[in-house]
């Protein structure tokens, strides 16, 4: 099972302080130590890309499901 942050989220209404990096990557604000605040890389990803790239892995799977759920896209996947 894999999940990613979804592009078609509107990061702007429920992520505070994030920075936006291009189109579908941002820093997101974590882990705050010492009144400061680390960033976290993320790729916002688009409809069909996660499949895109599992399709040119070098592993026999099957994918078994895609969704979109809470934001995410999510794959459910085998290994043959």
């Known amino acids: 099972f894999l ?6 989220q509107s990061i702007k209404n429920t992520k505070k302080n994030i920075t936006v990096l291009s189109d579908q990557d941002i820093f997101v604000p974590f882990n705050k130590q ?3 605040y680390n960033n976290r890389y993320y790729h916002m990803f688009k409809k069909g890309e ?18 979109y759920e809470k934001d995410n896209w999510c794959v459910i996947l085998q290994k043959l």
């Open 3 to 8: 999940e990613v942050w979804a592009h078609e």
């Open 50 to 67: 996660l499949e895109k790239i599992l399709n040119v892995i070098d592993i026999p799977h099957k994918i078994i499901d895609n969704f």
């Open 34 to 36: 010492n009144d400061t």
